[in-house]
T-cell receptor, first 115, second 112 residues
Framework: GAVVSQHPSRVICKSGTSVKIECRSL??????MFWYRQFPKQSLMLMAT?????????EQGVEKDKFLINHASLTLSTLTVTSAHPEDSSFYIC???????????FGSGTQLSVL | QKEVEQDPGPLSVPEGAIVSLNCTYS??????FMWYRQYSRKGPELLMY????GNKEDGRFTAQVDKSSKYISLFIRDSQPSDSATYLC????????????FGSGTQLTVLP
């Protein structure tokens, strides 16, 4: 199956700092990428949809100035959590969708802990 | 009413049992259906993908889709402790750039 690489897998940072998470599609071109947040024992919560070369579409209640998404190429999308606070601590997952496939492939996730 | 309903469990079975996981949906426009497996603190892994009614088999896994009843199932034969995970059903529209619609996930534990 297709491979989506997500880095880092775990990050611990101080409150007020910014953290960047990368999501790469390694063997296919991803016109659309998605970013999710997941709390323990809960399902995926879609944060935003990222299309290559255009602005991301954010879900209701997600602050676009806090969660900056950049999809500069067909293989790379980044999520930057700006001025992180302890309540931003969560498991963040990206997914990528190919140009001609309905299949969605996920990264391995990033556990963010803000102290 | 949610577009996709999935029993969250938890579900515990003995090793070797046949596991049946199910989802129902309300949107008859869904055209393809997937099952994902998610281990704790990992991203979901695509297990099965199908876009037609009927059965699709892959090793110990069988995906079943009944579009007339808006009901999909995943069967796991000869379940193993390594199958212990959360299973998510997902469905989507062909040609749509929108993300998939997910069930809430069923937590499965296979006891040795």
């Amino acid at each position: 199956g297709a491979v989506v690489s997500q880095h880092p897998s775990r990050v611990i940072c101080k409150s007020g700092t910014s953290v960047k998470i990368e999501c790469r599609s390694l063997d296919f071109q991803a016109t659309t990428m998605f970013w999710y947040r997941q709390f323990p024992k809960q399902s995926l919560m879609l944060m935003a949809t990222s299309n290559e070369g255009s602005k991301a579409t954010y879900e209701q209640g997600v602050e676009k100035d806090k969660f900056l998404i950049n999809h500069a190429s067909l293989t790379l999308s980044t999520l930057t959590v700006t001025s992180a606070h302890p309540e931003d601590s969560s498991f963040y997952i990206c997914s990528a969708r190919g140009q001609d496939s309905g299949k969605l492939f996920f990264g391995s996730g990033t556990q963010l802990s803000v102290l | 009413q949610k577009e996709v309903e999935q029993d969250p469990g938890p579900l515990s079975v003995p090793e070797g049992a046949i596991v049946s996981l199910n989802c129902t949906y309300s949107n008859s426009a869904f055209q393809y259906f997937m099952w994902y497996r998610q281990y704790s603190r990992k991203g979901p892994e695509l297990l099965m993908y199908t876009y037609s009614s009927g059965n699709k088999e892959d090793g110990r896994f069988t995906a079943q889709v009944d579009k007339s009843s808006k009901y999909i199932s995943l069967f796991i034969r000869d379940s193993q402790p390594s199958d212990s995970a959360t299973y998510l059903c997902a469905m989507g529209l062909r040609g749509s750039a929108r993300q998939l619609t997910f069930g809430s996930g069923t937590q499965l534990t296979v006891l040795p």
